[in-house]
Nanobody, 122 residues
Framework: QVQVVESGGGLVQPGGSLRLSCAAS????????MGWYRQVPGKQRELVAD???????NYADSVKGRFTISRDNAKNTMYLEVNSLKPEDTAVYYC????????????????WGQGTQVTVSS
């Protein structure tokens, strides 16, 4: 089994910053793409940014230039530096990881964390 735990959310004023972390643990043979998603009530979950094991990144247009994704492959951990926060960034932020759990697994599987709340408000 694979566990995914996010941390670092909180209440911040507009223009502020946070650093979100996502740690994957458990049965991990290979860890491929790691990604951050966010969701507000009544809307679909949307991709914020993702990063491959080789370090290639992809960002939603709405966060380009403000958010920075990174990962530490040795620790199976991913980070999201969120700067210049806006009220519309308020959401639950989820981490998704793409994992091959064992050498016998024939494909990768997606695992999600429980989410961390980010609230941007004055």
């Amino acid at each position: 089994q694979v566990q995914v735990v996010e941390s670092g959310g909180g209440l911040v004023q507009p223009g502020g910053s946070l650093r979100l972390s996502c740690a994957a643990s458990g049965s991990i043979f290979r860890l491929y793409v790691m990604g951050w998603y966010r969701q507000v009530p009544g809307k679909q979950r949307e991709l914020v940014a993702d990063i491959t094991s080789g370090g290639s990144t992809n960002y939603a247009d709405s966060v380009k230039g403000r958010f920075t994704i990174s990962r530490d492959n040795a620790k199976n951990t991913m980070y999201l530096e969120v700067n210049s926060l806006k009220p519309e960034d308020t959401a639950v932020y989820y981490c998704k990881v793409e994992v091959v759990p064992t050498p016998r697994a024939t494909r990768p599987y997606d695992y999600w964390g429980q989410g961390t709340q980010v609230t941007v408000s004055s």
